[in-house]
């Protein structure tokens, strides 16, 4: 799939899987160094993980608990998703080829914190994918996209054949902690690493952001240009 041209202000759905479809995130240690990496990497300046985790450390003594350090970012972390051995993302580009340089830097930083700790050699991720987010439809489109990933944890066919169990799923979502979607209906869970005001106003709010979602697992509501979101 070619990619589309990165633009500043516009909105991409991005995948990267991994090589083979192999897994990225083997424990739950793993899926919280990804997400303390998608937050560090979005940053033009070099970064030491090592050295960010001292300052976070040092600001959790003083009392502070939800520390944000100074950052110059190559994007706006709209949405995103970590799945045993995929990640989507919904990125606003901010700097002149922000997305490529922000996927760079989060692949190989992972990268290398994976295969040091699995004693493994080589790349981690395959070319990662894009599409253009248009309009707001398609916005909301993929948010729920993104964010109903999951179910394929707990029912593998959600997409074709819909969901079984509305409930489950519902709650299911609501508690899957390596996602966005707690901190859009108002579960703080990573806060830092989004930014939620612009979504969130398309959406209509926590309350929106949960209805959207909802609404297609109690009713498998039909989404019009679902298909142009599904890039995996």
């Not at 970590?82 to 002149?96: A, C, T």
Request: proline share 2%; glycine share 8%.
């Amino acid at each position: 799939m070619k990619r589309p041209q990165f633009v500043n202000g516009e909105i991409y759905h991005i995948v990267m899987r991994g090589v083979g479809d192999a897994e990225i995130f083997r424990t739950t240690n793993d899926y919280y160094r990804g997400i303390f990496s998608l937050y560090e990497f979005n940053d033009v300046n070099a970064v030491s993980i090592r050295d960010r985790r001292e300052v976070r450390l040092a600001a959790k003594r003083r009392g502070v608990e939800n520390f944000s350090a100074e950052r110059d970012q190559f994007v706006g972390i709209l949405a995103f998703c970590f799945m045993p051995n995929h990640i989507h993302l919904i990125l606003q580009q901010i700097k002149d080829d922000g997305i490529s340089k922000f996927m760079q830097k989060f692949g190989t930083g992972y990268a290398s914190y994976f295969n040091k700790k699995y004693n493994r050699k080589g790349h981690l991720f395959g070319r990662f994918h894009a599409v253009h987010i248009k309009n707001d439809l398609q916005l909301q489109i993929g948010f729920v996209y993104v964010h109903c990933n999951p179910l394929s944890l707990i029912e593998p066919k959600w997409r074709e054949v819909g969901v079984k169990n509305s409930r489950k799923a519902t709650k299911f979502l609501e508690n899957y902690k390596f996602s966005s979607y707690s901190d859009y209906i108002g579960k703080n869970n990573f806060p830092s690493v989004t930014t939620r005001a612009f979504l969130s106003k398309i959406m209509g709010g926590k309350k929106g952001c949960r209805n959207f979602v909802q609404d297609w697992i109690r009713h498998k509501k039909e989404l019009r240009d679902w298909h142009r979101l599904d890039i995996e």
